[in-house]
């Protein structure tokens, strides 16, 4: 690492907020999973099909994507077949966010 940059860091990534993001996924109708690497949150993915059959990876953001104001603003999905984005949010609306991005 060079000096003078900053590691990313995970650990605003709990048990907590996994669960939050399942309830959330889950909640939405959407049909979900997870890689399983809730004890490394940098290498950790969900995947969820929205209501179009499109398919979404939901990744942790790094601590230097998250801002103070918005504390809970933890998750980005990442559409896979059309490479769309959401913005940096909370497991609600992120869930929210893929359930209602029109076709």
Not at 8 to 36: K, M, V, Y
Not at 39 to 67: C, K, M, V
């Amino acid at each position: 690492m060079q000096k003078g940059l900053a590691m990313a860091t995970f650990g605003h990534i709990t048990p907590e907020r996994c669960a939050q993001l399942g309830r959330a996924l889950t909640s939405a109708g959407l049909p979900w999973q997870d890689n399983g690497h809730q004890n490394r949150p940098e290498f950790l993915t969900y995947t969820a099909t929205d209501p179009h059959g499109r398919r979404w990876t939901i990744s942790p953001a790094t601590s230097n994507q998250i801002t103070p104001s918005k504390p809970a603003s933890l998750w980005q999905a990442c559409c896979t077949e059309n490479s769309h984005s959401s913005p940096v949010s909370s497991a609600r609306a992120v869930a929210e966010y893929i359930r209602d991005l029109p076709a």
